[in-house]
């Protein structure tokens, strides 16, 4: 049988100093015990157009330039035996940012720093991460974005001109908050990029609705009580497919679970106060809110 190790420490640098002093904290943990966050604060080893910065910083929720705090992480172990040191990054994924978000959460409300994001993936901190066991050091190099690549040719005439068109037209409702929701995503703002993307369902799924009442010339007053008294997720469960033309393809029965399962949490979110998103789940519904997007826009094709 494999020895486990009493405990893996991470060890990465936010971009941003929080000028708290070399300090011990601690978040409970299971079985009694806690992980330990140290804090530290270091200096950029690089120069800058204002010098080295030994005795001022620019003060920043962004980036700091001169200064920034390290955290050094530990988190017990109990009974995790690793057949490779690469799996630790995975193994230990979910504690580490539970522990990191969880530190910065608190850093945000008690000192007024509102600025400063949440982590949510390891390439996002400033320089590597560093994990270290009883056993041994590792050391994951950062590549910010998607690492190197061939150089990328010019856009399209096509994307050129897509960018004309809504500049002078503007872009549909849905498409912006469809935009950003990808935004947020793409900056791991789970909560937003969730509720930006139920938000452009909504909007094309009454858009579609208005639309075929419209055609069929029910009352526009009608259709909007009608709309409010179904509610989004009877309306993508049954009112879509009841106004769908026969010849209609519909998305598979995952797509139409995954977007009830979105508005559901939408509306914990709301009403709750839910927040425990994932970044997998964030995806995957939008994802599938696309797709019923594009459902929508098919509808209204060939209606």
């Known amino acids: 049988m494999q ?33 330990k966050i140290v804090n530290k604060i270091i200096h950029s080893e690089e120069s800058t ?47 580490f940012f539970m522990a990191v978000n969880k530190f910065i959460d608190s850093c945000r409300i008690a ?4 600025g400063i994001k949440n982590y949510y993936s390891y390439s996002e901190f400033h320089q590597a991460v560093y994990i270290k066991t009883p056993k041994s050091t590792l050391v994951m190099n950062l590549m910010p974005g998607q690492g190197i690549t061939m150089s990328q040719p010019f ?20 498409k912006v908050f469809l935009a950003e929701a990808r935004k947020e995503l793409y900056h791991f703002n789970l909560l937003h990029a969730h509720l930006n993307a139920v938000i452009a369902l909504e909007i094309k799924v009454s858009e579609t609705i208005r639309r075929i009442g419209e055609i069929k010339g029910i009352e526009t007053s ?13 309306n993508i469960k049954t009112t879509l ?8 393809v519909y998305p598979q029965d995952e797509v139409f679970e995954r977007c009830k399962s979105a508005i559901t949490f939408r509306n914990k979110i709301m009403h709750e106060g839910k927040r425990d998103l994932s970044l997998g789940e964030v995806e995957k519904s939008l994802e599938n809110i696309e797709i019923m997007v594009d459902f929508c826009g098919e509808v209204l094709n060939i209606a």
């Open 3 to 35: 020895e486990t190790i009493d405990y893996v420490e991470f060890t990465v640098t936010l971009p941003i100093c929080l000028h708290l002093n070399e300090t011990e904290f601690f978040i409970k943990y299971k079985r009694d015990t806690s992980i």
């Open 49 to 95: 157009p204002l010098g080295t910065g030994t005795n001022v910083e620019v003060l920043s929720d962004s980036f700091s330039h001169f200064r920034f705090t390290q955290l050094i992480i530990t988190i017990p172990n109990f009974d995790t035996a690793l057949s490779e040191d690469s799996e630790l990054f995975t193994v230990f994924e979910k504690p």
């Open 222 to 234: 009608s259709i909007s009580q009608f709309i409010k008294d179904v509610g989004l997720t009877g």
């Open 111 to 114: 000192l007024k720093r509102y």
């Open 241 to 248: 497919k009841l106004i769908s033309p026969d010849s209609t």
């Open 155 to 174: 856009r399209t005439l096509e994307e050129h001109n897509q960018v004309q068109t809504l500049l002078s037209d503007g872009a549909p409702l849905f």
